[in-house]
């Protein structure tokens, strides 16, 4: 699920199941929330994101949770 903003409470822009490749998606902010969840079915490698920056860029380091 990405939500529009840094909260599970933001507007989602999207949700995608199974080898769904995602669109790409550009937040209203400088904010976004990626929830991942497996339903452990089965052991395969994990998945596979790109993250290519827009804008004014600051160098701060990013924030995992």
């Known amino acids: ?10 507007p989602i822009v999207g949700k995608y199941c199974d080898d769904l ?12 929330l990626i929830h991942f969840q497996s339903d452990g ?3 395969r490698p994990g998945f596979q994101m790109e993250y290519h920056p827009t804008g004014k860029q600051n160098h701060s380091e ?3 949770d």
């Open 62 to 64: 990013y924030q995992r």
């Open 21 to 32: 490749i995602s669109p790409s998606h550009t937040s209203s902010s400088n904010k976004i």
């Open 41 to 43: 079915s089965g052991t």
């Open 1 to 10: 699920t990405f939500c529009d903003g840094d909260s599970r409470t933001s």
